[in-house]
């Protein structure tokens, strides 16, 4: 039987409305919830994620500024910005949108992000709350996607062995975090494989969830999955395709066709864990927004 596809835009689109009912009770408090997103330079790709974030922002019922900066900025006029932000009382959520021209420090500025407002989960004060369970951390956007989309299909994570493919600061680190904590979505077995692992077949086969995200076009095959896995695609790779009027199309790091024939449950790509990435970011703007209108001890 084929697999059930996990619906990545129906999913995104519970959390935005759970957003936006969060965001119109801070509302009636005297608190919109704020994101301003700062953008260095004009390449084309970031532009087009910085106005969507931009809309998802507003559909929520949350402020959303796009602060545009040339592609000349220095580092140090980058860093006044964010001071700037970060003492800002009406931005509650501050990302800073990667990369970053060469003359910054792309780490410089995540750590100067208060910590408090880094909703992207980038800042090690973060990335430490979340490796130790601390519910005020910020989990990058798509690993936190992921473990909700996982809830929301229903998978019983307890005791699973999930297998995670890349070792990225961004996803396989804080996704493994993520699995191996106690609680709803989580309490994993983990195994994190990367490009010196041997023999990935053997570890990917033992898998209850294998979470793919190594950047590298279909290459999680049919012969490497566990029957009945539940198996959930974060690469989003751009592949030659003369057939396409773009000349090109987007696929996953799983070849979809013949893994959707071995597992139960598995996510789409375009569809699937894209979508949840900016749904996480508005979540965890409102979060931010919520943590500091609550009094310091209260927190
Ligand atoms: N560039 C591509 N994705 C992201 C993201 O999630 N956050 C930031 N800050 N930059 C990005």
């Known amino acids: 039987m084929p697999a059930e596809r996990i619906d990545g835009v129906a999913i995104a689109a519970k959390v935005r409305a759970r957003v936006a009912v969060d965001a119109a009770a801070l509302k009636q408090r005297g608190v919109t919830p704020g994101l301003t997103v700062v953008l260095v330079g004009d390449d ?3 532009a087009f994620y910085v106005g969507a974030k ?3 922002c507003k559909e929520a019922g949350m402020n959303g500024e796009t602060i545009r900066l040339p592609a000349t900025t220095t580092e140090a006029e980058l860093l006044a910005v964010v001071d700037r932000l970060n003492a800002d009382p009406a931005v509650h959520g501050i990302l800073v949108q990667m990369p970053v021209p060469k003359q910054i420090s792309a780490q410089a500025v995540i750590r ?3 910590p408090e407002k880094d909703v992207d989960g980038f800042h090690p004060v973060n990335a430490g709350k979340v490796l130790i369970g601390d519910a005020d951390g910020f989990a990058p956007c798509t690993p936190a996607g992921v473990q909700v989309m996982l809830m929301e299909a229903g998978v019983d994570t307890s005791g699973k062995e999930a297998v995670v493919l890349g070792r990225s600061t961004i996803v ?3 996704m493994a975090a993520l699995l191996i ?3 709803k ?3 994993c077995t983990v195994t994190i494989c990367h490009s010196r692992t041997k023999d990935l077949a053997s570890h990917t086969r033992r898998a209850d969830i294998l979470i793919a995200a190594i950047g590298k076009p279909e290459m999680v095959t049919a012969d490497m999955v566990k029957p009945g896995a539940v198996v959930i695609d974060v690469g989003i790779n751009r592949v030659d395709d ?3 009027k773009k000349g090109y199309r987007i696929v996953g790091d799983v070849k979809y066709d013949e893994v959707s024939q071995v597992a139960s449950k598995i996510t789409p790509v375009p569809g699937g864990v894209g979508p949840m990435t900016i749904a996480m970011l508005l979540a965890n703007t409102v979060r931010a927004a919520t943590l500091s209108a609550k009094p310091e001890g209260a927190r």
């Open 44 to 46: 084309p790709a970031s």
């Open 185 to 187: 979505g989580a309490d």
């Open 112 to 114: 100067r992000i208060a």
């Open 242 to 244: 003369p057939s396409q």
């Open 54 to 56: 931009e809309k998802a």
């Open 181 to 183: 904590q106690s609680g």
């Open 172 to 174: 396989g680190k804080p």
